[in-house]
Structures are given as structure tokens and as C-alpha cells.
């Protein structure tokens, strides 16, 4: 099979766009599909400072790469949850490409260790706090990406939580001043499409899953998702852009969670992050855990 662009070779097959590609036009075909993206939902500027939030994965140092080689001023921040080998290996990764790539672009990486404010680790809060690991781990990367910014689908769609729904659009607007906008440049690429993209730029990652997810019902949708797309190439896209055209609101439709966010958020009084209680989760989380004394550990 030869690359549907240059003729030679290919490399990389994508059966959903019945398509073929040598390595250079793959890579470029990725970077048209990001640059398309950013366009068309009028993501960020050429001159906006984008920070993009890593973790070690595929996913988050394959946009960091893309960004920079796209000439954005993107910076990364990385936040260490202390799940120990785990933490330390996607630590490494990204330090690494912070170190071998990025910095040649002129970007830095910003790095948060959740054990030096809150006092332990994700495993150690999720405990003391009561708290499913995951929903701990939430909440702390969420605080740190919109503090440091100083510029969920499937699961949420079959139990239809409404109040999630609005935000897993391309694009969410900052809902008031102090909350960072976020978007998601790679939403017109497949995890496959992404995985080749990190492979063939040398792209060095972290494969495995977080231990801390073990049992989470994401990894199950994630399956299924992936065995449909095995069987239907196409599918998850044809998903999501479909749940994008039913989301997109008409003049008598009710109003979007973000633009309640616009009516309900106030600073809160700790932290001056938005909330629309008058103490933010983190705050109130990191209160309750500076007032619970640790357990022992077995």
C-alpha cells in the first residue's frame, strides 16, 4: 500500500478515513488535523501562552509536541501524585522530554507535588478523606491545572448526567474571571492515530494505566469503545461528533452549564478559585485532611 499524499511507502494505515500515510505525511496529516481542530472552535490564538496539562501518557506529551511544533508558546505543568513507581516513571518522562525537546522550542515545565502542600500522597488523602481515589485525584488536578493557567464521555452519557455534559465539548469558556479556559485540539484524532503519532516522533511515554484505576468503569467504556472501533472503524468518532451536533443549543433551549456557571460562580474565600459554595472542594478537602490524623500505614 503507498501513502495516499507522496505515493511512496506507507507506514501507517487509518481505516476510518480509508487512508494510507508515510511517516512525514502522517505526521504532517496529524498536525493539519490539530491545526483544523484549534480553527474551527476557535480554541486559542497564535499569540495566546497555552499551558497544556501532562501526564506522562500519549496523549499529553504527544499535544505538547504538537503545539510546539504547530509555534505556540505552550508550556506544560505536571502534577506528581505520588503514587509511587508510577508517579516516579511519568515524572521521568516528562521531565525527559521537557529537558530533550521542549526546552529547544523555549518552553518550561511547571511541576506540582501534591505531597509537599497537602502533607501525602493521592493514596494517602483518598484514605484519610474517605473518598474514591479517582474523585480525590480529580479534584487536585483540576486545582492545580486552573491555578497554574494563568492563561469524561461515554460513562456520563449512558448514566446521562446532565451536569457533565456541557463540558466535554472541544471547548470550555472560561465561566469567570480567574477560570482558565479549556479545550481539547486533539478531539478530531483517534487514541490509535495519537498512539502512532507519539511512536513515529520518538515520543517516549508511559504505557501503563494508572494503578490507582484498577476497577474504574472507565477503563471498561474505554474497552468497549475500542472493541467497536476494532469492528467498525469510525465509530467513536461517529460517537462523538454526534453527540457534539445534539449539544449544539437553540435559541429556546435552557441554558448550558456554563452559562449557569456565569450566573452561580463566586471566588471562594480561601482560595479566590471559582465555586458556587462560598469554600471550594480543594480547600474544603485539603482542610479536612490537614484535620484528620493520618492512619498507619499496614
Not at 497555552?50 to 510546539?68: E, M, Q, T
Not at 509511587?84 to 507535588?113: C, D, I, N
Not at 479545550?183 to 502512532?196: G, N, Q, W
Request: hydrophobic residues 35%.
Amino acid at each position: 500500500m503507498n501513502c495516499g499524499k507522496c505515493k511512496t511507502k506507507a507506514a501507517i494505515s487509518l481505516p476510518r478515513h480509508n487512508a494510507a500515510f508515510c511517516k512525514g505525511c502522517f505526521t504532517t496529516f496529524v498536525h493539519e488535523q490539530v491545526a483544523r481542530a484549534i480553527k474551527s472552535f476557535a480554541m486559542f490564538k497564535p499569540d495566546d501562552r497555552i499551558l497544556v496539562a501532562v501526564s506522562g501518557g500519549k496523549d499529553s506529551l504527544a499535544l505538547w509536541h504538537i503545539l510546539l511544533k504547530l509555534g505556540y508558546r505552550a508550556d506544560a505543568l505536571y502534577v506528581n501524585l505520588g503514587i509511587g513507581s508510577y508517579s516516579e516513571e511519568s515524572h521521568r518522562k516528562v521531565q525527559h522530554y521537557a529537558e530533550t525537546v521542549a526546552a529547544a522550542h523555549g518552553a518550561t515545565l511547571l511541576v506540582h507535588v501534591v505531597e509537599q502542600e497537602a502533607g501525602a500522597g493521592i493514596r494517602e488523602l483518598a484514605n484519610i478523606l474517605h473518598r474514591p481515589t479517582c474523585s480525590t485525584c480529580g479534584t487536585i488536578k483540576r486545582y492545580q491545572f486552573n491555578r497554574a493557567a494563568v492563561a469524561r464521555l461515554l460513562g456520563n452519557v449512558l448514566h446521562w448526567q446532565e451536569e457533565y455534559l456541557d463540558k466535554q465539548s472541544p471547548t470550555l469558556p472560561a465561566s469567570v474571571e480567574g477560570f482558565a479556559k479549556k479545550v481539547k485540539p486533539l478531539c478530531r484524532l483517534s487514541e490509535r492515530e495519537i498512539a502512532a503519532y507519539a511512536v513515529v516522533n520518538r515520543i517516549d511515554y508511559i504505557v501503563e494505566e494508572c494503578p490507582m484505576a484498577k476497577g474504574s468503569k472507565m477503563l471498561l467504556y474505554k474497552e468497549v469503545l475500542n472493541r467497536l472501533e476494532t469492528e467498525s472503524p469510525g465509530t467513536k468518532q461517529r460517537f462523538y461528533w454526534g453527540f457534539l451536533d445534539k449539544q449544539t443549543k437553540p435559541e429556546s433551549a435552557p441554558e448550558t452549564m456554563a452559562e449557569k456557571d456565569q450566573r452561580t460562580l463566586t471566588p471562594c474565600l480561601s482560595c479566590g478559585q471559582p465555586t458556587t459554595a462560598d469554600t471550594c472542594s480543594y480547600c474544603k478537602m485539603m482542610a479536612k485532611a490537614k484535620n484528620t490524623p493520618a492512619q498507619p500505614r499496614s
